[in-house]
C-alpha cells in the first residue's frame, strides 16, 4: 500500500530497474479508494476529487505507469455516486 509520491515513484523505479528488459512488463497501480465529490487537502495519490486526481494522471504518464484501475470495495460510496465520479474524470482527461 503506497500513501506517498516518493512511495509511488520508488516502486515504480525500483521495479523498471529489476526487469531484464526494461518498459517490457505493465506498470499497472491498484487504486483503493473511490474519487470525493469535492477537493481533498490531505489526499494520498489518485485520491481526491476528478479534477486532483485528472492532474495525478499526469503524473503517472511521466513515471509511464500503463494502467490504473480503481478498487472502490473499501469505501461506503453507494455504487452509482462512483460511477459519476469516474465519469466525471472521463470528461476531464
Known amino acids: ?41 490531505d489526499r494520498p495519490p489518485l ?11 499526469h503524473r503517472l504518464r511521466a513515471l509511464e505507469v500503463d494502467e490504473v484501475f480503481w478498487s472502490m470495495d473499501y469505501d461506503p460510496v453507494p455504487p452509482d455516486a462512483q460511477l459519476e465520479r469516474m465519469t466525471e474524470l472521463l470528461k476531464i482527461i
Do not use: H
Open 1 to 41: 500500500m503506497l500513501m506517498s509520491w516518493e512511495a509511488l515513484e520508488e516502486a515504480v523505479t525500483t521495479f523498471r530497474e529489476a526487469e531484464s528488459d526494461p518498459g517490457s512488463l505493465p506498470v499497472v497501480v491498484r487504486v483503493n479508494n473511490s474519487l470525493k465529490d469535492r477537493p481533498v487537502d
Open 47 to 57: 485520491g481526491g476529487s476528478a479534477d486532483q486526481v485528472a492532474e495525478d494522471l
